[in-house]
């Protein structure tokens, strides 16, 4: 199941940064991530500070 990134994102861009296959990218406002490329692994939610970042 692929992660999703709320509207509590502040943009850091710390999440783009843990991803190890590149699935998450700046968007309008804040970062997006493209579910077919995530592998479901949780980095980017272990590295989000505000907690932005769940599973759908």
């Known amino acids: 199941m692929a992660y999703k990134i709320s509207e ?3 943009s850091c861009g710390a ?3 843990t ?3 590149g699935a998450i990218s700046e ?3 804040q970062f997006v991530i493209d579910a ?3 592998i479901s692994c949780g ?3 272990d590295g989000c500070p505000v907690g932005a970042i ?3």
């Open 27 to 29: 968007g309008d406002g």
């Open 19 to 21: 991803c190890p296959v």
């Open 15 to 17: 999440c783009a940064d």
């Open 43 to 45: 980095s980017c939610a």
């Open 54 to 56: 769940s599973e759908e």
């Open 8 to 10: 509590d994102c502040i």
């Open 36 to 38: 077919d490329t995530c």
